[in-house]
């Protein structure tokens, strides 16, 4: 029995709306790469580099060389072993790996990932134990016209940013002088043990401590992990103003952003997903960003962030902005983010001409 015309139109609407919510499903899910965006992530990978130079150059000056066996590559973002502003532990072939400048293009691609565009705010908390990926999302955020709102500590592990004369906050005043960047940090801490550097030298902390006092930003030093987290969160709402925040960026270990609940061992390294929410107690900023569903970009776990972006582990030499692997596979997810709208346009094409037939 042939079926009546009237009931052929509402089955095409059926089928034309599993198509949509297909595509539109594999387009959310399917890393892809607009050529835009890529123009943008390689602009933020340049500008990673010429900073490199400003850094370097700004370290010279300062009568602190460079160590060749512990930087080969010359970039003056690696620190020392020791010093008394080192707070722990770190491993020096992954400092050196995120001194490469795809890490800039890889913040302005999960940025997008995530949903942020230009004119958006981001959180930014930051440990300098990491100045490289500071550099690296400062530059992403630039390359796309996005705010950064900048919460840092500048106690920093071994071969971060612990050189006392070189910490994080000269490279900061080395970038500002050098046009390159206008950081207006939201504020300061020391960092470390209880954000109050417990696992630093006394001497380290007077040294950190004076320098943030002769600042005109505000300086954390609430060892109450709650009201810790509940400061920097009303900072970063205050600085935010009417313009809501479209993602956090975590950098680092910092003992804030991390909370004290073993569960952030499990966050995803990059855009993470399923965040585990424990009670305020131990919870830090990255927990109290997903509870208000702001997107988080955990950039700690740098085996991590390369194993799953496509990334070098400890490139010598560090290669040129816009080359390497992980370039060439956002290039592949460029032709693959069109390929799908393509074959999307033409399989709807295909079901308006195949209903038009059967209704004639």
């Known amino acids: 029995m042939k079926k009546p015309a009237g009931t052929r139109i509402p089955s095409a609407i ?35 580099t010429r900073s490199t ?15 060749i066996s512990v930087d080969p590559n010359g970039t003056g973002l690696i620190g020392e072993e020791r010093s008394e502003i080192t707070t722990s532990a770190g491993r020096l072939e992954a400092k050196r790996t995120t001194t490469n400048p795809a ?8 940025l997008h990932e995530a949903g942020v565009r230009r ?30 709102l900048v919460i840092s500590s500048l106690g ?65 030093e609430e060892p109450d992990l709650e009201r810790n987290v509940a400061r920097r969160m009303a900072l970063y709402r205050e600085h935010a103003g009417s313009r809501p925040i479209r993602a956090f960026v975590n950098i680092g270990g910092s003992w804030a952003n991390l909370g004290t609940d073993a569960e952030v061992l499990k966050v995803e390294p990059g ?18 960003m997903a509870a208000e569903n702001i997107p988080v970009i955990h950039l700690l776990n740098v085996r991590g962030l390369c194993e799953r972006y496509g990334l070098p582990w400890d ?29 999307y346009i033409l ?7 195949t209903t038009r037939r059967r209704l004639i």
């Open 156 to 220: 920093a592990s071994e071969w971060g940013g612990n050189i006392p004369g070189f910490s994080w906050l000269d490279m900061e005043e080395c970038l500002n002088e050098s046009g390159l960047f206008d950081v207006r940090p939201v504020a300061r801490a020391i960092g470390g043990e209880e954000d109050i550097g417990r696992d630093m030298s006394p001497e380290g902390r007077a040294l950190l401590a004076a320098r943030i006092r002769a600042g005109v930003v505000p300086f954390l």
């Open 53 to 67: 130079v400003v850094l370097k150059a700004c370290r010279a000056s300062r009568g602190l060389p460079i160590d």
């Open 347 to 353: 399989a709807m094409l295909a079901l308006l001409a």
């Open 14 to 48: 059926c089928a034309a709306a599993i198509l949509s919510v297909a595509y539109l499903l594999l387009a959310r899910f399917l890393p892809t790469s607009a050529p835009e965006v890529r123009a943008e992530m390689i602009e933020a990978a340049d500008l990673m």
């Open 103 to 110: 890490f800039a293009g890889l913040v302005a691609s999960l």
């Open 315 to 343: 490139p010598r030499p560090l290669p040129a902005p816009g080359e390497g692997t992980f370039f060439r596979r956002s290039a592949a997810r460029s032709t693959a983010d069109i390929a799908l709208t393509v074959v």
């Open 271 to 288: 855009l993470a997903r399923g965040i585990l929410v424990p009670p305020p107690a131990r919870r830090g900023v990255i927990q109290a």
């Open 119 to 148: 004119g958006d705010v981001v959180a930014v908390g930051a440990s300098s134990s990491f100045p490289a990926l500071i550099v690296a999302t400062l530059s992403a955020a630039k390359a796309m016209g996005v705010e950064p």
